[in-house]
């Protein structure tokens, strides 16, 4: 279970990044965040991964008391979470099998497990042939599946997806949906930020909306409205 | 924990591999750190002897009145040898102080012929003294001023030679002490620079370190990988300055030995290759080590 109470992140006294965020994510449910550049989206991700603190409220993810963990505590907490970036942030150096280890590795799994697990996982995004290439041999979609593939293999909770569309085409875009809606359908909570109101539109799942940092709208099977 | 560790060597041995040039121009720049740090050693080494052979020249010579016993003079000797300051002292007896003439003036027949008409030794005997260190001479020099010595000296060269002494042993210190300002300022010259190329390595690395950390990696597993390279850089660096120095040290070694006679420069390194490696390796890996540490240390925040 996540959740939000009473959240706020200020900057500054001119910039509010969230304003009194009360939000509760049930396990196995599929959430967009959706909201304008700016909204706030990627605040409340950072927030709910440690990247950054809240100047007021707490942050639950299951056991921990995310607002309270030290930066020795972080890894921890991360081990529990998959993310998925617009940017797909892979490592450069390793390749496809190595990326989607190296979330196994950090956990300390043993070298047994990760040789069965990776290429399994690698199957599943549809990558089984190009678990020897590097990041720069991939495609926008392979790079994001390969993502995919890396937040998913430990088994994390809550696969946070931070607009995981963003750099891709249509197509592509629509595949990479569809793998996170079967992710979901094996009963990971996932969190999916974006600002592509089809997307939204088609899935009839939670959709919650933020505005300059406000929750506007929070609805069972809801649509992307923009006021 | 086992796993963990070996997890590091591996990333640490994979990155420096795969990144290659930023590798190499890492190694490049701490080849040349540390062949200044090797610089440094031979310059040192070069100093050293240059003031051996300068403070083998001083020495103290007092000469005795004719009228002295040997037994008198061996007394003395004996005295100054229990002296802590004094190193050695050598006795010139009158016929030795003479052959020692005749050796010198052998070519010069005036002389042979002049020496050889003589009936009398002219020669004094003499005690050569020389001390542990150059600065102690005057206080041997204050020793042998002692009436109960001084009774048998016709004299001292120490007090005629003071002002020579005084500025040798003034300017030995100063070499000895600007050597170490030197070697200090330059080694810190070079672990900068070393720290700076690292740093500006990590620095690029810096979304690979975001991105591990996203993911879970403990700060220990993200900075080890990178200590790994800086030793790799550093063992790597170590092996090649010293491959380099070897023909340095050979072809430069003629010009040392015409400024000090009986140094051979490249017989310095061969003999002292072992802890000149040695140096190089802990001046290297270590300066690899902290560098990496301490680059990484900014970026592990959050």
């Known amino acids: ?227 | 924990m086992l796993t963990i560790i070996s997890r590091i060597f591996h990333y640490g041995f994979a990155n420096f591999w795969r990144n290659g040039w930023p590798s190499a121009a890492t190694v490049a720049i701490m080849v040349l750190a540390l062949s200044m740090f090797a610089g440094l050693i031979f310059f040192n080494a070069i100093t050293d002897q240059a003031i051996d052979s300068v403070q083998d020249k001083i020495d103290i010579s007092v000469y005795f009145k004719t009228n002295t016993s040997e037994d008198q003079i061996l007394n003395v000797k004996r005295s100054l040898e229990s002296l802590s300051e004094v190193k050695r002292v050598e006795y010139v007896s009158t016929d030795e102080a003479l052959a020692r003439f005749k050796e010198r003036h052998r070519e010069d027949e005036l002389i042979t012929q002049a020496v050889d008409e003589l009936t009398v030794n002219p020669f004094e005997a003499s005690l050569d003294i020389k001390a542990v260190h150059p600065n102690q001479y005057a206080s041997i020099a204050e020793y042998l001023a002692a009436p109960n010595l001084s009774q048998y000296f016709d004299k001292v060269t120490y007090f005629e030679n003071q002002v020579v002494i005084d500025r040798l042993v003034g300017m030995i210190n100063n070499v000895n002490r600007g050597g170490f300002i030197l070697t200090v300022i330059l080694a810190l010259v070079a672990g900068l620079v070393v720290f700076n190329t690292i740093g500006l390595a990590i620095y690029s690395s810096r979304e690979e370190i975001g991105i591990m950390r996203a993911v879970g990696a403990s700060n220990a597993l993200v900075r080890g990988p990178f200590m790994v390279e800086g030793v790799i850089a550093g063992v790597l660096a170590a092996i090649l300055s010293v491959i380099l120095a070897a023909p340095a040290a050979y072809f430069t070694s003629g010009y040392f030995e015409v400024l000090i006679p009986g140094f051979d420069l490249f017989e310095y390194f061969y003999t002292h290759l072992l802890s000149i490696f040695l140096y190089q390796l802990l001046f290297g890996v270590g300066i690899g080590m902290l560098s990496s540490f301490m680059a990484v240390r900014r970026y592990l925040r959050n």
């Open chain 1, 1 to 227: 279970m996540i959740a939000f109470q009473n959240v706020y992140k200020i900057y500054n006294s001119h910039s509010t990044a969230l304003e009194d965020v009360n939000l509760r994510i049930n396990p196995g449910e599929f959430v967009s965040l959706v909201g304008r550049s700016g909204a706030g989206k990627s605040t409340l991700v950072k927030l709910l991964i440690g990247e950054e603190r809240p100047s007021r409220g707490r942050i639950f993810f299951g056991q921990y008391e995310v607002n309270k963990l030290g930066d020795n505590e972080l890894p921890g907490l991360r081990r529990h979470i998959g993310i998925v970036f617009q940017d797909f942030r892979l490592l450069p150096n390793k390749t496809a099998y190595e990326n989607v280890a190296f979330a196994l590795e950090v956990a300390g799994r043993p070298q047994r497990e990760i040789a069965e697990l990776v290429p399994q996982v690698l199957d599943m995004v549809g990558l089984s042939d190009k678990m020897g290439n590097f990041p720069h041999e991939l495609s926008g979609g392979e790079k994001q599946r390969v993502a995919i593939a890396r937040a998913m293999v430990h088994r994390p909770e809550v696969i946070i997806a931070d607009e995981p569309t963003g750099n891709l085409d249509p197509f592509h875009s629509w595949e990479i949906i569809n793998l996170l809606q079967k992710i979901n359908q094996l009963g990971t909570t996932l969190i999916l930020a974006t600002h592509e109101k089809d997307i939204v539109n088609s899935l009839d799942k939670r959709v919650v909306t933020l505005d300059r940092g406000r929750v506007m709208r929070d609805e069972e099977n809801g649509k992307y409205i923009l006021i």
